[in-house]
């Protein structure tokens, strides 16, 4: 007998096996490598600490899925581990899912099946750059880019509130307005804006930046400064920075049905590599 495979809770002992084992396809599994490479490191300031969970055989690591900051599994697992990581994360009772569409799908059953329902659940495109396929443009006339700064946050938090609007997603600023602009704050550093006549017009987030990849999430441009060029300029210079800091690839995921989006990526040389099923549940 092989023995069965059980679940427990990662700890930072267990770092370097579950780093290894998402390693193997990093690409997929990046953003539960960064969870894994800090554990045993405080969380964030406004983010969660993370809760990450290993199936195992006997010694032998077959699965990683998170619980917290949100619910994702790695890729491609096998239907005796997905088994297993469901079963374990099914007891959560609100949060955020975002994974490939056939373990979502898989996990999300168990759940509706406990009494959750979706308040968002949509289809989205994961792109990815390498440094050889980028096609990098550079920022209209009159644009700065630059790292944010405390002073932008007000407009920061603003345009956080505008993007969750505008997907029709739930406005935690209503409840807690003060925890949401600690968990803005805490981004700050993982941020490029571009000013144009004094105005902030665009913003994008690093929240991944590994060796491994970095994934871009929270690019907003406002309203009245769209298809001007600042969205590509923007990207662009995050990509820049990436590359210039090593990294293996960049990448970012976008609505599936996001045309203007997907268009705006091909051009600068990403290309879609997963798709991926997102539901914000309670």
């Known amino acids: 007998m092989l023995g069965a495979v059980k679940a427990r809770l990662l700890g930072a002992a267990d770092r370097e096996d579950a ?15 960064d969870l894994v490479l800090g554990l045993g490191s405080p969380p964030t300031p406004g983010e969660a600490a993370a809760e990450l969970w290993g199936a195992w055989r006997r010694r ?4 990683v899925a998170a619980l917290r900051p949100c619910v994702v599994l790695a890729a491609q697992l096998p239907p005796a581990v997905l088994e297993v990581l469901t079963a374990v994360l099914a007891g959560v009772e609100s949060g955020l899912i975002k994974s490939s569409i056939e373990s979502a799908n898989l996990l999300w059953r168990r759940l509706e099946a406990r009494g959750r329902h979706a308040l ?10 390498r440094p050889g396929d980028a096609r990098l443009l550079d920022p209209p006339s009159g644009a700065r880019i630059r790292s944010a700064s405390a002073n932008d946050l007000d407009a920061l938090v603003e345009a956080a509130r505008a993007s969750l609007r505008e997907e029709q997603r739930p406005d935690p600023f ?6 949401f602009r600690r968990w803005v ?12 006549g004094g105005s902030i017009v ?5 929240d991944v930046r590994r060796t491994q990849g970095w994934l871009l999430q929270g690019v907003y441009t406002w309203p009245a400064a769209r298809r001007r060029g600042f969205a590509s300029a ?6 820049r920075t990436a590359f210039e800091a090593r990294t293996e690839h960049v990448q970012l995921s976008v609505v599936d049905g996001n045309e203007a989006g997907g268009s705006l990526y091909a051009k600068l040389g990403f290309r879609p590599f997963a798709s991926l099923r997102t539901i914000l549940f309670a």
């Open 234 to 239: 923007g990207v662009s210079s995050l990509c």
């Open 19 to 33: 780093a290894r084992f998402l390693a193997a396809d990093a690409q997929s599994n990046l953003f539960l490598l």
């Open 185 to 196: 704050r805490g981004r700050l550093p993982r941020a490029q804006v571009i000013e144009q």
């Open 60 to 63: 032998t690591l077959l699965g």
């Open 202 to 206: 665009f913003v994008g987030y690093a």
């Open 174 to 179: 209503d409840g807690d307005p003060e925890g």
């Open 120 to 129: 968002v659940d949509r289809v989205e495109r994961a792109y990815a750059l």
